[in-house]
């Protein structure tokens, strides 16, 4: 793993925050994927805050999709929160903000989950 990688795990009542910081590539695309697949296996919803990501590469935005169409063949959201410019400007990029949820913050995801 990367040594600038890193997730950190919070539960917040049904759903789980994970901030996620550092490069999303090859390398530490997975890890993520496995991390947030045990999320949806513990039936939770999940939101990714990936406000620190420094960078995304092809690899990474296919796991955010891949898990995106994880949780959508279940009863479990998934949510991403605050993303930094790095993850912004190639969503825009690729014209995938209708198959992604995006919020502006961690609190505006959280409420999203409630209703």
């Known amino acids: 793993m990367p040594d600038n990688f890193g997730i950190q795990e919070e539960t917040r009542g049904r759903a789980v925050l994970l901030r996620v910081q550092g490069r999303l590539d090859a ?9 947030a697949s045990r999320v949806r296996l513990r ?20 796991s955010l999709l891949s898990l995106a169409e994880e949780f ?8 991403i929160a605050c993303p930094s410019a790095a ?28 209703r």
């Open 43 to 62: 039936k939770l919803d999940l939101i990714l805050d990936l406000s620190a990501i420094t960078f995304m590469a092809s690899s990474g935005l296919g």
């Open 87 to 114: 993850v912004t400007s190639v969503i825009q990029l690729l014209n995938l903000q209708p198959f992604l949820a995006i919020d502006a913050t961690e609190d505006e995801s959280l409420h999203a989950l409630e």
């Open 27 to 35: 390398r530490s695309a997975p890890h993520l994927q496995e991390v």
């Open 72 to 79: 959508r063949q279940t009863p479990y959201r998934l949510r």
